[in-house]
């Protein structure tokens, strides 16, 4: 798409500051919760709200040349992909999405160029370009699992190589990049940034039914998130407290009947689980990865997901469709929690009881931070060999990247939990601990253990975690020999 890039800075600021005035945005939009890890004291955790720091614009003219972003399209998904827009409509996060573009076109002289395709496809239509040598593509946001096929093949620029890349800063995913960097950790050939909101769109968490929750007179968990105690087993505990026949003869689904079940939620729960515990199917030792093997806490682990999941009423797996949809039952008030994505929660502003969020639990207290799951499918950003001039891109994207976590983080944070015309402040604080820890398992960042990971996930769906350890010793070959061949490139 072509845009007049000849608005002006000050005209956008000046918009902006009118929109976030006319939406009720505080005057603090500009900052950001900056969550530290639980390091010191493992039971606590801080929350700091900073102003954003100063941002240093490099001097760049891109002449008027097209910058072309490869988007993956996932709104058949529902997630918030959207990268551009044609125009402003007057919907507060489309527009600040809309002049963070117009004012980086006016700033470096370019017209931004946003390809959108179904997220399924786009690492084909990636691959095409680069194998034909055509310069189509200056960066592409697609997804993890297939960006990983690309690096044996050499077909992108390792991002550690360019300093404009600045991806120890807070505006890009920290953890993905400490996670991604193995083998010598010289070499990063994706990350994640917010430029695209769908990473954090599909990022876990967990919903909670405040108002059921004050009638059976359980605290909202907003506190025990900041004081480190939020864990697997406290929320196991409060969902079994949650469940109740109402007078249903069993918590088989019916969906006519009236039972309210502890927690609800599909079947990607599991890997919440595994990742909020910061456990993976991989160990890292010197930055060579192994598939897991006498793990103790990585297995009891999974005995505690195997107690919790297995409870009939506690725990509910369904992934129906209408009111039988899991995202649903919560919303129709049929469960006290639910474990969904952040996009769940555009269903949930009309929801007749209010809702609130939370991080994915941890392990225990004694686990120093919280580790909040993005699906392997969320898209991360690469740079193709093809591309003349990386460090030009890095630029572009750097500075997209810091408008995106300076202005627009804020305004998505209030839209995701707001309900019925309410703030839901402490919500808001908790999006923002979420975002700052996501993660990613690099075994499915880096396509080893996918098929592992589906396997290990029906297993729980179907109540048989009895069978884990022979499930991973069968899929050993070949996650090893995969892990081989990637590492082989990664080392040389």
Same mark, same amino acid.
């Given at each position: 798409m072509k845009h007049n890039t000849q608005t002006s800075v000050l005209l956008l600021a000046a918009m902006l500051c009118t929109a976030l005035v006319s939406c009720g945005a505080d005057q603090n939009a500009g900052t950001t919760e900056n969550? @530290?890890?639980?390091?010191?004291?493992? @039971? &606590? #955790?801080? #929350?700091?709200t900073d102003a954003a720091p100063e941002y240093a614009y490099p001097t760049l003219d891109c002449g %008027?040349? #097209?910058?072309?972003? *490869?988007? !993956?399209d996932m709104t058949v998904w529902t997630f918030y992909s959207y990268i551009d827009f044609e125009e402003q409509s007057g /919907?507060?996060?489309?527009d600040t999405i809309f002049m963070r573009n117009r004012s980086m076109e006016e700033r470096y002289n370019f017209i931004l160029e946003i390809v959108d395709e179904n997220i399924d496809t786009t690492h084909e239509k990636y691959k095409t370009a680069v194998y034909a040598g055509e310069d189509v593509y200056d960066a592409g946001y697609l997804r993890c699992d297939r960006q990983a096929t690309f690096l044996t093949e050499g077909m992108l620029y390792n991002l550690l190589d360019y300093e404009e890349y600045r991806l120890d800063e807070p505006w890009w995913d920290h953890l993905v990049n400490e996670q991604s960097r193995i083998g010598k950790g010289d070499a990063q050939y994706f990350a994640a940034n917010d430029i695209t909101l769908s990473g954090l769109d599909g990022t876990l968490c967990v919903y909670f039914n405040e108002t059921m929750m004050a009638s059976l007179d359980m605290e909202a968990p907003y506190q025990l998130v900041r004081d480190g105690k939020w864990t697997i087993d406290?929320?196991?505990? $409060?969902a079994k407290e949650g469940a109740n026949l109402m007078g249903d003869s069993s918590f088989a689904w019916d969906e006519n009947g009236s039972c309210i079940y502890g927690m609800t939620t599909y079947d990607d729960a599991v890997s919440g689980f595994l990742t909020g515990a910061g456990e993976s199917f991989l160990t890292i030792s010197d930055g060579q990865p192994a598939l897991i093997d006498g793990n103790e806490r990585f297995y009891s682990l999974f005995d505690k997901i195997n107690a919790f999941t297995s409870e009939d009423g506690t725990f509910l797996f369904m992934n129906g469709s %209408? @009111? =039988?949809?899991?995202? $649903?039952i919560f919303k129709n008030n049929r469960a006290l929690f639910a474990i969904a994505e952040i996009k769940a929660s555009a269903k949930y502003r009309d929801m007749e009881e209010s809702f609130g969020i939370v991080p994915i639990p941890k392990y225990d207290e004694a686990q120093q931070q919280y580790y909040s799951h993005r699906t392997h499918v969320?898209?991360? &950003?690469? &740079?193709? &060999? #093809?591309n003349p001039d990386p460090g030009r891109t890095g630029i572009i994207l750097d500075a997209l990247a810091y408008e995106s976590w300076k202005d627009i983080l804020p305004i998505y944070y209030?839209?995701?939990? !707001?309900?019925? %015309? *309410?703030?839901? /402040? /402490? =919500?808001?604080? $908790? *999006? !923002?601990?979420?975002r700052d820890t996501r993660a990613f398992d690099i075994g499915e960042g880096y396509a080893w253990t996918e098929d592992l990971s589906s396997r290990v996930i029906a297993l729980y769906? @179907?109540?048989?975690g009895d069978q884990l350890v022979s499930t991973i010793e069968k899929q050993r070959a070949k996650v090893e020999a995969a892990i081989a061949k990637t590492m082989e490139f990664l080392d040389q």
């Open positions: 969550t @530290a890890p639980v390091s010191d004291n493992p @039971a &606590v #955790t801080e #929350t700091v %008027g040349d #097209t910058f072309t972003i *490869l988007n !993956s /919907e507060i996060l489309d406290l929320l196991h505990k $409060m %209408g @009111a =039988s949809h899991y995202e $649903m969320c898209p991360t &950003v690469s &740079v193709p &060999v #093809t209030d839209i995701r939990v !707001s309900q019925k %015309g *309410l703030r839901n /402040e /402490e =919500s808001i604080e $908790m *999006l !923002s601990i979420i769906s @179907a109540k048989k």
